[in-house]
């Protein structure tokens, strides 16, 4: 899998990791308020299906803004 869906306990919000690249995505805001619609912040099941969703997004249909570089971040971050 090219991107892995990941929760900065710093940021407070979900980022994606490109496996390829080594970088780190930062989801645009709307696709991180769909995300909220898909799990839960409460329980470690809420946590998987909304990281679970957001790699399906990046995975499964390739959006545009995976390659902006606006929404990329190389090296290392404290998310």
């Known amino acids: ?3 892995e869906a990941t929760y900065g306990s ?4 979900w980022w994606l990791y490109d496996n390829e690249t ?3 995505v930062d989801p645009p805001m ?3 308020k769909e995300t909220d619609n898909h799990g839960s912040y409460d329980t470690a099941d809420g946590m998987d299906e909304m990281r ?3 790699e399906g997004i990046a995975n499964d249909e390739n959006p545009d803004w995976l ?3 606006d929404y990329r971040y190389e090296g290392e971050l404290d998310i």
Not at 10 to 13: L, Y
Request: aromatic share 22%; no cysteine; proline share 0%.
């Open 1 to 3: 899998m090219r991107y």
């Open 30 to 32: 709307d696709v991180l």
């Open 10 to 13: 710093n940021t407070k919000q």
């Open 52 to 54: 679970d969703y957001l």
């Open 67 to 69: 390659y902006d570089e």
């Open 22 to 24: 080594d970088e780190w």
